[in-house]
């Protein structure tokens, strides 16, 4: 992984930003930054993933006066950096996994995070296609002024609104603490929420989930055994008979 400090002590135009900190990325180096006082997200591509920067660089322009996202403003192309505007807020996944949150308090979170999902898939439709977020994690996902704003879109392709959906669930179920009973509710509220709301269908939301789940097992390998046993029983018996059975 690239060093952030190394890009501000030996790119010119970036000799003046002072770091405030690192951020988790599987990928690309992110901080945020002062750049003459104001607050700012740098994310620093890796050369083999200019494509990705240029999707996200669309997303951003397109969507960001409509859809909560930050706002993008500048593409770096000489040295592969995106400039965007920094959300102050809580992370959506803390929120979720804080045992002194009530369960009441993190419906309402995951009713919005629905309500977001809803309002991306909306705007992005074209008549003929989809365009998902990728990447669907709680991670991706940040509480500010009571609203959701989402980051990290160079995963962002044409697909089912099912994928992110399922992504998502994924999420809520297997960060920690995994697979208890108020995460399943927390999962159940979401799905329904969304399905609700939209106006086409969530077709084999579960054989998806299973699947997304099974893809979790190439970061998280200490967690094979566990994933593909509840990967294997939301595919057979559904969402809700997995939380009373399991």
Not at 19 to 43: C, D, M
Not at 114 to 125: A, D, I, L, M, P
Request: proline share 4%; glycine share 4%.
């Amino acid at each position: 992984m690239q060093d952030i400090q190394e890009l501000i002590n030996n790119t010119e135009r970036y000799k003046t930003v002072l770091l405030q900190k690192k951020f988790e990325s599987k990928k690309n180096t992110v901080a945020y930054v002062l750049s003459e006082g104001h607050p700012r997200v740098l994310k620093w591509f890796v050369p083999g993933l200019r494509q990705n920067m240029d999707i996200e660089y669309s997303i951003l322009r397109k969507g960001y006066s409509d859809v909560p996202m930050p706002s993008p403003l500048e593409k770096d192309t000489e040295n592969n950096v995106l400039v965007m505007s920094y959300i102050i807020g809580k992370n959506i996944c803390d929120i979720i996994n804080d045992p002194g949150i009530r369960l009441d308090e993190k419906q309402k979170v995951v009713c919005q995070l629905s309500e977001w999902f809803v309002q991306f898939h909306t705007f992005f439709r074209t008549e003929n296609e989809f365009r998902i977020r990728g990447d669907a994690t709680l991670r991706n996902f940040i509480l500010s002024k009571n609203q959701i704003w989402g980051v990290d879109f160079e995963e962002s392709r044409i697909g089912k609104p099912a994928e992110d959906v399922a992504t998502l669930s994924v999420s809520l179920l297997t960060t920690d603490p995994m697979f208890t009973d108020e995460k399943f509710q927390l999962c159940q509220h979401f799905l329904d929420t969304y399905r609700k709301t939209v106006k086409w269908n969530l077709e084999n939301i579960n054989a998806e989930i299973a699947y997304a789940m099974l893809e979790q097992i190439q970061w998280r390998p200490k967690d094979e055994l566990l994933l593909r046993k509840y990967a294997r029983k939301i595919r057979e018996r559904g969402l809700l008979m997995t939380r009373h059975y399991s």
